[in-house]
């Protein structure tokens, strides 16, 4: 299972454009690149999930360079209830019931 | 999205109790389940495989005789923590992964809301 890095905090205004960045080096072919939110005693919340290049939905955009070494989750206008945890998870989805290895994840506080 | 849900969302138990904590894939089929551990300010750990019609796979150091996993349906599993201890005290979580979402051909893993147990 490939290995992440993630920064361990940032801190952003509200309004702001947030822009998270993940390390997996040694990310395998058939690897997807996953994002979950966390809040306090929930569950982690799928954001969004990439394999290449670039992908937008309403709450976010992941860009994955050509190397896949690397993605950046991008956040636009943060508000205050994007204060959570944001984890980077990369495993083979197409393989069928792949699991998921969690790293220590990037705690955002969203600054009013 | 897919909903996972989780049930009880808390409960409080006595040293040397059962408790058990049930897993539910609402609209979707899930032959494979997953659970975790979280304790406070740390993040997701993966205990075990729970597999719908054969046995649960663990993780190294995961007990299996004390954390008793059963995925009798395609919707369903439980995670029985059996002769609670306060050490067993932690936040409960379960996944299921669901194919062709996220815009991708992969699966995509969706969590339930979590179980929060607390051993006196």
């Known amino acids: 299972l490939a290995k992440t890095t993630q920064p361990i905090s940032m801190d952003s205004y509200e309004g702001q454009e947030v822009n998270i960045t993940c390390s997996h080096n040694?990310?395998?072919?058939?690897?997807?690149i996953t994002w979950y939110q966390q809040f306090p005693s929930q569950g982690p919340r799928f954001i969004i999930q990439g394999y290449k290049t670039k992908v937008t939905n309403e709450v976010a955009s992941l860009f994955i360079p050509a190397d896949r070494k690397s993605s950046t989750l991008s956040l636009p206008r943060v508000s205050l209830s994007d204060t959570a945890v944001y984890y980077c998870l990369v495993g083979d989805s197409g393989a069928g019931s792949y699991q998921l290895t969690f790293g220590k994840g990037t705690k955002l506080s969203v600054i009013p | 999205g897919a909903v996972v849900s989780q049930h009880p969302s808390r409960v409080i138990c006595k040293s040397g109790t059962s408790v058990k904590i049930e897993c539910r894939s609402l609209d979707f089929q899930a032959t494979t389940m997953f659970w975790y551990r979280q304790f406070p300010k740390q993040s997701l750990m993966l205990m075990a495989t729970?597999?719908?019609?054969?046995?649960?796979?663990?993780e190294q150091g995961v007990e299996k005789d004390k954390f008793l996993i059963n995925h009798a349906s395609l919707t369903l599993s439980t995670l029985t923590v059996t002769s609670a201890h306060p050490e067993d005290s932690s936040f409960y979580i379960c996944?299921?992964?669901?194919?062709?979402?996220?815009?991708?051909?992969?699966?995509?893993?969706?969590f339930g809301p979590g179980t929060r147990l607390l051993v006196l």
């Open positions: 040694n990310i395998a072919t058939n690897d997807y």
């Open positions: 996944s299921a992964p669901k194919a062709g979402l996220a815009g991708g051909p992969g699966e995509t893993q969706y």
């Open positions: 729970s597999n719908e019609g054969s046995k649960a796979t663990y």
